[in-house]
Protein backbone atom coordinates (compact mmCIF):
# COMPACT_ATOMS: atom_id res chain seq x y z
CA UNK A 1 0.00 0.00 0.00
CA UNK A 2 1.80 3.60 -1.08
CA UNK A 3 1.65 6.58 1.15
CA UNK A 4 -0.84 8.40 -0.93
CA UNK A 5 -3.66 5.69 -0.78
CA UNK A 6 -3.79 6.31 2.96
CA UNK A 7 -4.44 9.93 2.71
CA UNK A 8 -7.22 9.52 0.74
CA UNK A 9 -9.67 6.77 -0.34
CA UNK A 10 -8.19 4.49 -3.36
CA UNK A 11 -10.69 4.55 -6.08
CA UNK A 12 -10.74 0.71 -5.79
CA UNK A 13 -12.48 0.59 -2.92
CA UNK A 14 -15.35 2.59 -3.72
CA UNK A 15 -16.12 0.66 -6.70
CA UNK A 16 -16.47 -1.97 -3.71
CA UNK A 17 -18.60 0.23 -1.99
CA UNK A 18 -21.32 0.92 -4.90
CA UNK A 19 -21.02 -3.17 -5.56
CA UNK A 20 -21.89 -3.69 -1.99
CA UNK A 21 -24.70 -0.93 -2.28
CA UNK A 22 -25.82 -2.42 -5.66
CA UNK A 23 -26.18 -5.93 -4.01
CA UNK A 24 -28.31 -4.99 -0.91
CA UNK A 25 -30.54 -2.61 -3.31
CA UNK A 26 -31.21 -5.28 -5.69
CA UNK A 27 -31.53 -8.12 -3.20
CA UNK A 28 -34.45 -6.36 -1.13
CA UNK A 29 -36.03 -4.62 -4.00
CA UNK A 30 -36.08 -8.65 -5.46
CA UNK A 31 -37.64 -10.09 -1.90
CA UNK A 32 -40.16 -7.07 -1.50
CA UNK A 33 -41.02 -7.34 -5.41
CA UNK A 34 -42.49 -11.11 -4.54
CA UNK A 35 -43.24 -10.66 -1.18
CA UNK A 36 -45.66 -7.31 -1.56
CA UNK A 37 -48.17 -8.81 -3.99
CA UNK A 38 -48.99 -11.02 -1.62
CA UNK A 39 -48.89 -8.88 1.48
CA UNK A 40 -51.54 -7.09 -0.23
CA UNK A 41 -53.29 -9.72 -1.40
CA UNK A 42 -57.20 -10.04 -0.74
CA UNK A 43 -57.52 -13.49 -1.72
CA UNK A 44 -55.22 -14.72 0.87
CA UNK A 45 -55.88 -15.64 4.34
CA UNK A 46 -53.44 -13.69 6.92
CA UNK A 47 -51.57 -17.17 8.09
CA UNK A 48 -50.83 -18.19 4.21
CA UNK A 49 -49.34 -14.26 3.45
CA UNK A 50 -47.13 -15.02 6.77
CA UNK A 51 -46.76 -18.68 5.50
CA UNK A 52 -45.40 -16.88 2.40
CA UNK A 53 -43.42 -14.61 3.88
CA UNK A 54 -41.49 -16.98 6.17
CA UNK A 55 -40.80 -19.09 2.84
CA UNK A 56 -38.89 -16.28 1.12
CA UNK A 57 -36.76 -15.57 3.89
CA UNK A 58 -36.42 -19.10 5.02
CA UNK A 59 -34.97 -19.66 1.07
CA UNK A 60 -32.67 -16.80 1.27
CA UNK A 61 -31.05 -17.75 4.46
CA UNK A 62 -30.72 -21.51 3.62
CA UNK A 63 -27.88 -20.95 1.20
CA UNK A 64 -25.76 -19.40 3.81
CA UNK A 65 -26.08 -22.73 5.72
CA UNK A 66 -25.17 -24.78 2.79
CA UNK A 67 -22.56 -22.66 0.81
CA UNK A 68 -20.90 -20.67 2.91
CA UNK A 69 -17.31 -22.45 3.65
CA UNK A 70 -17.40 -23.03 -0.76
CA UNK A 71 -17.50 -19.05 -0.47
CA UNK A 72 -14.87 -18.81 2.06
CA UNK A 73 -13.02 -21.39 0.00
CA UNK A 74 -13.85 -19.47 -3.68
CA UNK A 75 -11.94 -15.91 -1.59
CA UNK A 76 -8.91 -17.93 -0.57
CA UNK A 77 -8.28 -19.75 -3.70
CA UNK A 78 -9.05 -17.18 -6.19
CA UNK A 79 -8.72 -13.49 -6.53
CA UNK A 80 -11.32 -11.91 -4.78
CA UNK A 81 -11.94 -9.34 -7.22
CA UNK A 82 -12.85 -11.84 -9.45
CA UNK A 83 -14.93 -14.11 -7.57
CA UNK A 84 -17.03 -10.75 -7.58
CA UNK A 85 -17.00 -9.84 -11.14
CA UNK A 86 -18.06 -13.63 -11.40
CA UNK A 87 -20.87 -13.38 -8.70
CA UNK A 88 -21.71 -9.77 -10.28
CA UNK A 89 -22.17 -12.16 -13.90
CA UNK A 90 -24.39 -14.48 -12.29
CA UNK A 91 -26.67 -11.67 -10.62
CA UNK A 92 -27.85 -10.22 -14.46
CA UNK A 93 -28.88 -14.10 -15.27
CA UNK A 94 -31.12 -14.63 -11.84
CA UNK A 95 -32.20 -10.98 -12.28
CA UNK A 96 -33.57 -12.32 -15.90
CA UNK A 97 -34.87 -15.59 -14.43
CA UNK A 98 -36.89 -13.65 -11.81
CA UNK A 99 -38.11 -11.53 -14.26
CA UNK A 100 -39.56 -14.81 -16.24
CA UNK A 101 -41.23 -15.88 -12.56
CA UNK A 102 -42.47 -12.65 -12.45
CA UNK A 103 -44.06 -12.74 -16.12
CA UNK A 104 -45.86 -15.88 -15.48
CA UNK A 105 -46.56 -14.87 -11.99
CA UNK A 106 -45.65 -17.98 -11.26
CA UNK A 107 -44.35 -17.73 -7.17
CA UNK A 108 -42.36 -20.66 -6.64
CA UNK A 109 -40.22 -19.65 -9.44
CA UNK A 110 -40.15 -16.24 -7.98
CA UNK A 111 -38.96 -18.04 -4.50
CA UNK A 112 -36.53 -20.23 -6.45
CA UNK A 113 -35.12 -16.55 -7.78
CA UNK A 114 -35.12 -15.44 -4.20
CA UNK A 115 -33.30 -18.85 -3.24
CA UNK A 116 -30.98 -18.38 -5.90
CA UNK A 117 -29.67 -14.68 -4.65
CA UNK A 118 -29.26 -16.12 -1.46
CA UNK A 119 -26.43 -17.84 -2.75
CA UNK A 120 -25.36 -15.14 -4.60
CA UNK A 121 -24.66 -13.54 -1.79
CA UNK A 122 -23.32 -16.46 0.36
CA UNK A 123 -20.51 -16.31 -2.42
CA UNK A 124 -20.21 -12.63 -2.49
CA UNK A 125 -20.02 -12.03 1.44
CA UNK A 126 -16.12 -13.62 2.16
CA UNK A 127 -15.02 -11.98 -0.54
CA UNK A 128 -16.22 -8.79 0.14
CA UNK A 129 -15.21 -8.74 3.90
CA UNK A 130 -12.09 -10.47 3.26
CA UNK A 131 -10.84 -8.33 0.61
CA UNK A 132 -11.06 -4.86 2.56
CA UNK A 133 -7.23 -5.65 4.13
CA UNK A 134 -6.11 -5.92 0.68
CA UNK A 135 -7.10 -2.32 -0.03
CA UNK A 136 -7.14 -0.59 2.85
CA UNK A 137 -3.99 0.30 5.40
CA UNK A 138 -5.17 -1.32 8.79
CA UNK A 139 -5.12 2.72 10.01
CA UNK A 140 -8.52 3.01 7.48
CA UNK A 141 -10.20 -0.47 8.36
CA UNK A 142 -12.38 0.47 11.14
CA UNK A 143 -13.53 3.73 9.02
CA UNK A 144 -13.62 1.40 6.09
CA UNK A 145 -15.87 -0.86 7.68
CA UNK A 146 -18.24 1.91 8.71
CA UNK A 147 -18.92 2.91 5.31
CA UNK A 148 -19.54 -0.14 4.09
CA UNK A 149 -22.41 -0.95 6.60
CA UNK A 150 -23.69 2.18 6.34
CA UNK A 151 -24.35 1.90 2.53
CA UNK A 152 -25.42 -1.69 2.95
CA UNK A 153 -28.22 -0.44 5.51
CA UNK A 154 -28.91 2.30 2.75
CA UNK A 155 -29.36 0.12 -0.08
CA UNK A 156 -31.50 -2.01 2.15
CA UNK A 157 -33.77 0.52 3.18
CA UNK A 158 -34.13 1.93 -0.40
CA UNK A 159 -34.46 -1.28 -2.01
CA UNK A 160 -37.80 -2.34 0.29
CA UNK A 161 -39.39 0.86 -0.90
CA UNK A 162 -38.32 0.45 -4.57
CA UNK A 163 -39.41 -3.15 -4.12
CA UNK A 164 -43.08 -2.24 -2.85
CA UNK A 165 -43.11 0.53 -5.35
CA UNK A 166 -42.27 -1.34 -8.24
CA UNK A 167 -44.73 -3.99 -7.22
CA UNK A 168 -47.70 -1.67 -6.98
CA UNK A 169 -46.31 0.96 -10.27
CA UNK A 170 -46.43 -2.33 -12.60
CA UNK A 171 -48.91 -4.64 -11.42
CA UNK A 172 -48.91 -7.22 -13.64
CA UNK A 173 -46.13 -5.46 -15.53
CA UNK A 174 -43.67 -6.97 -13.18
CA UNK A 175 -41.36 -8.76 -15.77
CA UNK A 176 -40.27 -5.18 -16.40
CA UNK A 177 -39.08 -4.69 -12.57
CA UNK A 178 -36.82 -7.75 -13.35
CA UNK A 179 -35.57 -6.43 -16.38
CA UNK A 180 -34.74 -3.14 -14.54
CA UNK A 181 -33.17 -5.22 -11.65
CA UNK A 182 -31.14 -7.19 -14.40
CA UNK A 183 -29.54 -3.88 -15.56
CA UNK A 184 -28.90 -2.45 -12.24
CA UNK A 185 -27.14 -5.76 -12.01
CA UNK A 186 -25.18 -4.70 -15.05
CA UNK A 187 -23.93 -1.85 -13.18
CA UNK A 188 -22.76 -3.81 -10.04
CA UNK A 189 -20.44 -5.39 -12.79
CA UNK A 190 -18.99 -2.04 -14.23
CA UNK A 191 -18.49 -1.12 -10.89
CA UNK A 192 -16.70 -4.61 -9.91
CA UNK A 193 -14.63 -4.21 -12.40
CA UNK A 194 -13.07 -1.13 -10.74
CA UNK A 195 -12.08 -3.26 -7.59
CA UNK A 196 -8.57 -3.32 -6.90
CA UNK A 197 -6.74 -6.21 -8.32
CA UNK A 198 -5.28 -8.54 -6.44
CA UNK A 199 -3.62 -12.15 -6.04
CA UNK A 200 -5.66 -15.01 -4.97
CA UNK A 201 -4.44 -15.75 -0.55
CA UNK A 202 -3.67 -19.64 -1.50
CA UNK A 203 -3.89 -20.75 -5.01
CA UNK A 204 -3.86 -24.42 -4.03
CA UNK A 205 -6.22 -24.38 -1.25
CA UNK A 206 -7.91 -27.57 -2.00
CA UNK A 207 -12.03 -27.31 -1.63
CA UNK A 208 -13.53 -29.61 1.47
CA UNK A 209 -17.37 -30.58 1.19
CA UNK A 210 -17.46 -31.66 4.35
CA UNK A 211 -19.66 -28.62 5.54
CA UNK A 212 -18.96 -29.12 9.28
CA UNK A 213 -15.51 -30.76 9.12
CA UNK A 214 -15.00 -27.34 7.27
CA UNK A 215 -16.36 -24.99 9.73
CA UNK A 216 -15.14 -26.94 12.84
CA UNK A 217 -11.47 -26.81 11.38
CA UNK A 218 -11.90 -22.76 10.67
CA UNK A 219 -12.95 -22.69 14.32
CA UNK A 220 -10.12 -24.48 15.77
CA UNK A 221 -7.99 -21.59 13.93
CA UNK A 222 -9.56 -18.74 15.03
CA UNK A 223 -9.77 -20.29 18.53
CA UNK A 224 -5.91 -19.74 18.51
CA UNK A 225 -6.35 -16.30 18.23
CA UNK A 226 -8.30 -14.81 21.75
CA UNK A 227 -9.51 -11.66 20.23
CA UNK A 228 -10.19 -13.79 16.31
CA UNK A 229 -12.61 -15.84 18.08
CA UNK A 230 -14.27 -13.74 20.61
CA UNK A 231 -14.77 -11.41 17.70
CA UNK A 232 -16.62 -14.72 15.84
CA UNK A 233 -18.88 -14.82 18.57
CA UNK A 234 -19.48 -11.39 19.45
CA UNK A 235 -20.61 -10.73 15.57
CA UNK A 236 -23.13 -14.04 16.56
CA UNK A 237 -24.39 -12.48 19.64
CA UNK A 238 -25.29 -9.30 16.70
CA UNK A 239 -26.83 -11.44 14.20
CA UNK A 240 -29.04 -12.99 17.04
CA UNK A 241 -30.12 -10.15 18.38
CA UNK A 242 -30.84 -7.61 15.08
CA UNK A 243 -32.70 -11.06 14.17
CA UNK A 244 -35.18 -10.83 17.18
CA UNK A 245 -35.59 -7.33 17.16
CA UNK A 246 -36.49 -7.58 13.27
CA UNK A 247 -38.60 -10.43 13.76
CA UNK A 248 -40.82 -9.11 17.09
CA UNK A 249 -40.63 -5.55 15.40
CA UNK A 250 -43.13 -7.31 12.40
CA UNK A 251 -45.07 -8.96 15.26
CA UNK A 252 -45.48 -5.86 17.37
CA UNK A 253 -46.17 -3.31 14.66
CA UNK A 254 -49.13 -5.20 13.26
CA UNK A 255 -50.54 -6.57 17.07
CA UNK A 256 -50.00 -3.19 19.15
CA UNK A 257 -49.95 -0.09 16.80
CA UNK A 258 -52.34 -2.11 14.19
CA UNK A 259 -49.43 -1.87 11.08
CA UNK A 260 -50.35 -3.44 7.70
CA UNK A 261 -47.24 -5.19 6.65
CA UNK A 262 -46.48 -2.65 4.13
CA UNK A 263 -46.60 0.55 6.70
CA UNK A 264 -44.01 -1.19 8.50
CA UNK A 265 -41.18 -0.42 6.00
CA UNK A 266 -40.89 3.10 8.27
CA UNK A 267 -40.36 1.24 11.18
CA UNK A 268 -37.77 -0.95 9.71
CA UNK A 269 -36.22 2.46 7.87
CA UNK A 270 -35.54 3.75 11.37
CA UNK A 271 -33.55 0.44 12.92
CA UNK A 272 -31.44 0.12 9.37
CA UNK A 273 -30.67 3.80 9.01
CA UNK A 274 -29.88 4.15 13.06
CA UNK A 275 -27.30 0.69 12.43
CA UNK A 276 -25.84 2.31 9.52
CA UNK A 277 -25.66 5.83 11.17
CA UNK A 278 -23.88 4.03 14.45
CA UNK A 279 -21.28 2.24 11.54
CA UNK A 280 -20.31 4.95 10.68
CA UNK A 281 -20.24 7.04 13.63
CA UNK A 282 -17.79 3.87 14.69
CA UNK A 283 -15.82 4.50 11.99
CA UNK A 284 -14.98 7.90 13.00
CA UNK A 285 -14.64 7.43 16.68
CA UNK A 286 -12.30 4.62 15.98
CA UNK A 287 -9.79 7.14 14.45
CA UNK A 288 -7.30 4.54 12.13
CA UNK A 289 -7.62 1.76 15.25
CA UNK A 290 -9.68 -0.91 16.01
CA UNK A 291 -11.51 -0.01 19.00
CA UNK A 292 -12.55 -2.45 21.20
CA UNK A 293 -13.94 0.28 23.44
CA UNK A 294 -16.77 1.04 21.30
CA UNK A 295 -18.15 -3.05 21.86
CA UNK A 296 -19.29 -2.50 25.13
CA UNK A 297 -20.31 1.00 24.52
CA UNK A 298 -22.92 -0.25 21.58
CA UNK A 299 -24.10 -2.61 23.89
CA UNK A 300 -25.19 -0.62 26.57
CA UNK A 301 -26.61 1.75 23.59
CA UNK A 302 -28.80 -0.94 22.39
CA UNK A 303 -29.84 -1.86 25.70
CA UNK A 304 -31.05 1.46 26.66
CA UNK A 305 -33.07 1.42 23.14
CA UNK A 306 -34.09 -1.79 24.12
CA UNK A 307 -35.66 -0.54 27.85
CA UNK A 308 -37.92 2.36 25.82
CA UNK A 309 -38.79 -0.38 23.02
CA UNK A 310 -40.66 -2.54 25.20
CA UNK A 311 -42.37 0.66 27.79
CA UNK A 312 -45.51 -0.46 28.28
CA UNK A 313 -48.27 2.58 26.36
CA UNK A 314 -44.94 3.41 24.96
CA UNK A 315 -46.30 6.21 22.13
CA UNK A 316 -45.11 5.59 18.18
CA UNK A 317 -42.98 8.38 17.90
CA UNK A 318 -40.62 7.43 20.62
CA UNK A 319 -40.80 3.96 19.77
CA UNK A 320 -39.00 5.00 16.65
CA UNK A 321 -36.83 7.06 18.30
CA UNK A 322 -35.96 4.06 20.06
CA UNK A 323 -35.52 1.90 17.21
CA UNK A 324 -32.80 4.65 15.74
CA UNK A 325 -30.87 4.35 18.84
CA UNK A 326 -31.64 0.81 19.28
CA UNK A 327 -29.45 0.37 15.91
CA UNK A 328 -26.93 3.16 16.55
CA UNK A 329 -25.79 0.89 19.39
CA UNK A 330 -25.82 -1.96 17.38
CA UNK A 331 -23.44 0.08 14.44
CA UNK A 332 -21.52 0.65 17.11
CA UNK A 333 -21.34 -2.71 18.60
CA UNK A 334 -20.41 -4.60 15.32
CA UNK A 335 -17.90 -2.27 12.94
CA UNK A 336 -14.92 -2.98 15.23
CA UNK A 337 -15.81 -6.82 15.85
CA UNK A 338 -15.86 -7.27 11.94
CA UNK A 339 -12.62 -5.33 11.84
CA UNK A 340 -11.15 -7.92 13.88
CA UNK A 341 -12.46 -10.41 11.74
CA UNK A 342 -10.76 -8.93 9.01
CA UNK A 343 -7.64 -7.57 10.42
CA UNK A 344 -6.67 -10.93 12.85
CA UNK A 345 -6.76 -14.22 10.48
CA UNK A 346 -3.88 -14.28 7.94
CA UNK A 347 -4.21 -14.16 4.51
CA UNK A 348 -4.30 -17.27 3.12
CA UNK A 349 -7.14 -18.04 5.54
CA UNK A 350 -9.31 -14.90 5.40
CA UNK A 351 -12.15 -16.28 3.44
CA UNK A 352 -12.26 -18.86 5.34
CA UNK A 353 -12.85 -16.99 8.29
CA UNK A 354 -15.29 -15.25 6.68
CA UNK A 355 -17.36 -18.09 5.74
CA UNK A 356 -17.40 -19.62 8.87
CA UNK A 357 -18.61 -16.57 10.49
CA UNK A 358 -21.23 -16.06 8.03
CA UNK A 359 -22.23 -19.72 8.73
CA UNK A 360 -22.39 -18.95 12.42
CA UNK A 361 -24.42 -15.73 12.33
CA UNK A 362 -27.04 -17.72 10.24
CA UNK A 363 -27.44 -19.56 13.24
CA UNK A 364 -27.68 -17.33 15.36
CA UNK A 365 -30.69 -15.65 13.13
CA UNK A 366 -32.06 -19.30 13.48
CA UNK A 367 -31.70 -19.55 16.74
CA UNK A 368 -33.58 -16.40 17.16
CA UNK A 369 -36.43 -17.59 15.20
CA UNK A 370 -36.76 -20.72 17.45
CA UNK A 371 -36.49 -18.13 20.53
CA UNK A 372 -39.45 -16.25 19.06
CA UNK A 373 -41.55 -19.10 19.11
CA UNK A 374 -40.40 -20.32 22.02
CA UNK A 375 -41.09 -16.92 24.25
CA UNK A 376 -44.06 -15.82 22.41
CA UNK A 377 -45.65 -19.71 23.15
CA UNK A 378 -44.63 -21.48 26.05
CA UNK A 379 -43.17 -18.64 28.07
CA UNK A 380 -45.84 -16.22 27.54
CA UNK A 381 -43.86 -12.96 26.89
CA UNK A 382 -45.54 -10.34 25.17
CA UNK A 383 -43.95 -8.18 22.39
CA UNK A 384 -42.85 -5.76 24.36
CA UNK A 385 -41.08 -7.67 27.19
CA UNK A 386 -39.15 -9.68 23.81
CA UNK A 387 -37.53 -6.47 23.33
CA UNK A 388 -35.81 -6.50 26.89
CA UNK A 389 -34.48 -10.19 26.26
CA UNK A 390 -33.00 -8.41 23.14
CA UNK A 391 -31.51 -5.72 25.21
CA UNK A 392 -30.55 -8.00 27.93
CA UNK A 393 -28.34 -10.26 25.23
CA UNK A 394 -26.40 -7.12 24.14
CA UNK A 395 -25.92 -6.21 28.23
CA UNK A 396 -24.58 -9.54 28.83
CA UNK A 397 -22.36 -9.37 25.77
CA UNK A 398 -21.21 -5.69 26.87
CA UNK A 399 -20.56 -7.20 30.37
CA UNK A 400 -18.20 -9.96 28.81
CA UNK A 401 -16.49 -7.82 26.70
CA UNK A 402 -15.79 -5.04 29.74
CA UNK A 403 -14.68 -8.21 32.25
CA UNK A 404 -12.46 -9.36 29.86
CA UNK A 405 -11.20 -6.31 28.23
CA UNK A 406 -10.99 -4.10 31.30
CA UNK A 407 -9.13 -1.64 30.19
CA UNK A 408 -10.70 -1.18 26.05
CA UNK A 409 -12.95 1.37 27.67
CA UNK A 410 -11.12 3.83 30.14
CA UNK A 411 -8.56 3.66 27.45
CA UNK A 412 -10.58 4.97 24.62
CA UNK A 413 -12.05 7.77 26.86
CA UNK A 414 -8.49 8.73 27.48
CA UNK A 415 -7.46 8.66 23.81
CA UNK A 416 -10.34 11.07 23.13
CA UNK A 417 -9.40 13.35 25.94
CA UNK A 418 -6.04 13.81 24.73
CA UNK A 419 -7.17 14.26 21.00
CA UNK A 420 -8.75 17.22 22.43
Not at 122 to 130: D, N
Not at 359 to 386: E, P, R
Amino acid sequence: MNSDSSKSWPRGFWNLMFTQFQGAFSDNALKWLVVFPVLISVTMTEADKEGFASHASQLFAIPFLLFATIGGWMADRFSKRSVMIGVKLAEIAIMLFAAYGLMLESRSLQLVAICLMGVHSTIFAPAKYGIIPEVLPPGRLSAGNGILELLTFVGIILGTFAGGWLAESLEHREMWSGILLAALAGVGVLTSLGIAKVPAADPGKKLNLNIVGEIWSNFKVMKQDRDLWRANWGNTAFFFVAALVQLNLALYAHKVFHLKPTEQAWLQAALSLGIGVGSMLAGRLSRGRIEYGLVPTGALVMALGSVALGWPGVEKSIFVSALALLGIGGGLFIVPIVSVLQHSPAPEIRGAVQGAASWLSWIGIAVAAQMLTLLTGAAHFNYGQIFWVCGGVAALAGIFVTWSRPQAVPEMLARWRHSH
